[in-house]
């Protein structure tokens, strides 16, 4: 028999806890655990929309966007260094920072198309030369109809056609009058008629006629008319941007240079 002082009392193998059962809770533990226990779908649905809209906001301050967009239609084929050269003169003709994002800048939209006239003249030159020359019809006949769509929807509006191509889509009335643009007696004197100018009449082609120096004589200046398509907001920013176009559109036409003298 074991015997124990005044102030021990026996505890039996039975009342004994093990290391691990032993807990020891704050008050903060405990609110935490029943805080995330009711609550935690809560709070992950809402960090994830707090993460979203913060990746939102971060590209939409990031990124910039293209002030204006120029379309190109014609025989020749713009490679990415032509186009870069156009849209660095382009960006320094631009009158303002139209979308306000701190840059000027702008796009060509290039779509490479010939005629049928094109087509058998290349023929015979190449049977001439006696070379080979490829024109993939079927791919030709897409552009064309990617181009008639693109002037259908009125998805560009300041345009550098060929004169075959303006000439198809100026009798629908697609392209707009030169004196709704600069009045009655500012109509420019290098129009070829009452809707486009001669591209390289004007000064601003003669200026960089470097950065242009590929594109065909044949090649005119002209301006989309409006179009109104798709919802109200759509409305408004095409409304918008058909402005830029036009404001473009002025700048170009009305640009003057003359050439330095040499001695």
Known sequence: MKEYGPNITPVSESDKLEAQEIKIENGFTKWFDNFWFYNKWKVIIALFAIVLVTVCV???????????????AGSLYITDKTAKEIE?????????????????????????????????????????????IEINGYANGQELSSFD????????????????????IAVGGAVRRLDDIFGTDGVPENAIDSYAI???????????????KFTPKNTVLCLRTPVSIGSVLNGKKSKRNYGYAEEMFRAIVELEYTPAKTD
């Open 58 to 72: 971060l590209q939409t301050c990031g990124n910039v966007s293209n002030d204006i967009t120029v379309m190109y």
């Open 198 to 212: 001669r591209f390289w009449d004007t000064d601003f082609a003669k200026k960089y006629a470097e950065e242009f």
């Open 149 to 168: 769509n693109l002037v259908t929807t009125g998805e560009y509006s300041l345009c550098l056609l060929e004169d075959w191509l303006y000439e198809r």
């Open 88 to 132: 660095k003169v382009l960006n320094e003709v631009m009158p303002r920072d139209f979308n306000g994002d701190g840059e000027k800048i702008s796009d060509i939209a290039a779509l490479n198309i010939y005629s049928a006239e094109q087509i058998n003249e290349r023929k015979e030159q190449a049977k001439n030369d006696h070379s080979v």
